[in-house]
């Protein structure tokens, strides 16, 4: 039995919890306690029966995926902390609750080296994921936002200092000025009033000359164009819009892990990514072109310690590379490799491994799951006898 913590929503940590406790409802049993209003598209039926309270058991272990310095919003034991977070310190409110825990977790090496050097319960990693059967190369791009004429640099995620999207705009308004490629981007900040007015005045103020196309938010500095797009409702639809692109670009300054960059790779997208915080785990020569030049910045947001500021030379020379085919198309399964499906086994072996858990715990559910299976399987009636 485990209780599972954490939001279900479309933002970074919503895909994490909901992808990881789609997974582990089939594997054992869990309660799933929602961390503000959950997405109705992104819950299974197991996940729907895991949400009644009749399933929640107080001592059983429990995990909660949320912000570090937020863990004091569940209960169990053990009480197991999943974090992620994006400075290389904690900050005193995170060391206090995660000095508190049981156990915790996290989905990078880099993000373990963060923790053991300040905090004293022991620490594992389990990688996050991505679903193969959403994001492979086989994706038909957006039959909306689909333009074969030019050649498109796609972007997805929050719009913010951290992933590097003001790096992109400095890219228009240099190099990219002269060549005509458009910048496909799904940015938006729930975090600010009045979005598109911020962005806009962003824009306008940075030279940018605003394209009058009917329903298009679309700017242009020289020859390139950017055109930004709202967030969509499934993950389907991200995929397809990664898919329009000739290549993607995520010059971030740190990730707890990343998850529109593998996402895009995925997809079959040429990737230029930074190669930092916990996009080491996935990154490599073969399947990327990794941005390895940085310098140091603090960090923002409620982040503590230093984030790492990608060399814009570097970034500049990547992204000509790209545009002349010099960036690798990453391999097909690597959406297998990093599956939501293994992070589980992985999550599941880290529990057993641990002690947390025994390995009957999960085989008693597992056997009973079959057993159910095979009692529906035996009174379907056989369409040859009927």
């Not at 500049?316 to 391999?331: F, N, S, T, Y």
């Amino acid at each position: 039995m485990l209780n599972l913590y954490g939001p279900i929503n479309i933002l970074g940590y919503g895909i994490f919890f909901s992808s990881m406790a789609k997974e582990l409802v089939e594997m054992t049993e869990c309660s799933i306690t929602p961390i503000s209003r959950a997405t109705q598209s992104l819950l299974t039926e197991k996940m729907r029966a895991a949400m009644d309270l009749s399933r929640f058991h107080r001592k059983a272990p429990s995990i909660c995926f949320y912000h570090e310095f937020l863990l004091n919003n569940f209960t169990g034991s053990p009480m197991i902390g999943f974090p992620t977070f994006e400075g290389d310190r904690l900050g005193p409110a995170a060391q206090n609750l995660l000095d508190q825990l049981d156990f915790i977790l996290v989905p990078s090496k880099w993000a373990k080296d963060v923790v053991e050097s300040q905090v004293a319960p022991p620490c594992c990693v389990v990688p996050e994921g991505v679903d193969p059967k959403i994001f492979h190369p086989e994706v038909q791009p957006s039959r909306k936002y689909h333009d074969p004429s030019k050649f498109t640099i796609v972007n997805i995620g929050k719009f913010e200092k951290r992933k590097g999207s003001l790096d992109i705009l400095e890219l228009m308004k240099g190099p990219l000025s002269k060549k005509s490629v458009r910048v496909l981007a799904m940015w938006t900040n729930p975090f600010i009033p009045q979005f598109g007015e911020y962005l806009g005045k962003i824009l306008t103020d940075g030279g940018f000359k605003q394209v009058p196309v009917a329903n298009r938010y679309i700017f242009s500095h020289g020859k390139a164009t950017l055109e930004v797009i709202p967030p969509v409702e499934t993950q389907e639809e991200v995929a397809s819009i990664m898919k329009c692109g000739n290549l993607a670009v995520y010059p971030t300054r740190a990730e707890g892990w990343g998850l529109p960059i593998l996402e895009t790779m995925s997809c079959g997208v040429p990737t230029i990514a930074s190669y930092n915080t916990a996009m080491m785990d996935y990154l490599t020569e073969e399947n990327s072109r990794m941005l390895k030049i940085f310098t140091e910045e603090a960090a923002e947001g409620g982040q503590a310690g230093n984030w790492q500021v990608p060399d814009p030379e570097e970034l500049v020379q990547a992204v000509l590379d790209g545009i002349d085919g010099k960036v690798p198309i990453p391999p097909k399964d690597i959406a297998e490799q990093w599956s939501w499906h293994n992070a589980a086994l992985k999550l599941k072996a880290t529990l057993i491994d641990t002690n947390i858990m025994s390995p009957e715990e999960f085989q008693c559910y597992e056997s009973q799951e079959a057993q159910d299976q095979s009692t529906i399987d035996t009174d379907q009636p056989n369409s040859q006898n009927s």
